[in-house]
């Protein structure tokens, strides 16, 4: 009975206006029911009409002619705050990432505050009516109306940037985050091809500057090489959770190139760049397992143990920008300087090993200080290799990769 009345309280609103509606409704028959009621009545009749601003007229109308009183007028109300929020829902169901966020952003709002609202509402109530003495009803109604919108507002100006990035987590679109493959159509084979290798080098250079932010060090990229703007501007975490994403687009992109791509030179290359881009994650996460020690040898008091921080931390920045000065530099012989650079890792990492183990050895560490250097150590390692295999699927053609994968001292 309760959905047939509101139906027809719809079609009576578009019909013969807000009088008739009010007049067609007998609100009397719940003036003894819980507060949640009403404000049940309001969010049903605003989704149904998809107007607040009318279900605070029909309210108001309902107020006057004594249908309801100003306790459960103000039920009402809030229950049109939420329900205003359904129409924003629908609109965004197949819009853009901006549009969600907005519909949600929305959603969050209202429902927090009204929820605040309604569990004080007796007292703000009496606050409206006794305190600050507003004996019209009707006034008291919009007075409280424009209460609850002011309370939202203080509420949430402190956590906007907080509430700003956590609907940004949740909805994203493709060209908010990549750089080149969101403006080429897949089905464009050879466009498309071109489209993910920029891309792939565009990933690198992004997890680069993401291993260089783990330890504090400033990014000095190469005038040729540009990263998206709202990647820069996130934090370490901020930046992790860019790549996640930024590697779920390519991997998509891929996934759809698979079913154009036919020749067999070309799927050999698609093959290598996605390749590429795995082991450039592989390596984003070696680093992100290796944060929580780093940060104890960052801290730490021991000289030892510091000093071996320092020491990644020169690794670190050598490795990265060695890789980044490759992949601007068409004049360098790649395979060469890829294997420089690996012997590099190899040679830094078993180098590190004999002298940890001295350390130890020499009682200048004990075993748990020890076991969290070899495990750092580790990270940091398969974070280097990674990244060269990243640099080397990206650079090296199928016979260059041969070439590279037979040198001595090369482990898969």
Partial sequence: MLGFSFLFVGLGYMKTGIEDMVKSVDLHQYEH???IVFFIIGFIVTTLIQSSSATIAITLSALHAGAVNLYDAMAIILGSEVGTTIKLFVASIKGTAAKKRVALGNFLFNTINVSLVLIFLLPINKFITNVIGIKDNLIALVFFQSFINIIGIILFYPLLNVFGRFLEKRFRSADDETMFIHKVNAKESSMALFALEEENRH????VCNYL?????????????????KKFLDHGVPGKYEYIKFLYGEIHSYYIQLQKTVTDKEETEKLDRLMSSVRNAMYAAKSFKDALPDKEQLHNSSNEIKFAFYKQSKEEVKKICVAIQELLNDDQQDRTKALSAIYKSVTAGYTGTLQHLY?????GKVNETEI???LNFNREIFTGFKSLVFAAKDHLLDKEQSKDFDDLPGFIR
């Fill in 33 to 35: 029911s819980p507060v």
């Fill in 203 to 206: 990933f690198i250079a992004v």
């Fill in 212 to 228: 260089l932010s783990c330890f504090g060090i400033e990014d000095k990229l190469p005038k040729e090489m540009k990263l998206n």
């Fill in 358 to 362: 001295k350390e130890g050895t020499a």
């Fill in 371 to 373: 076991t969290t250097m």
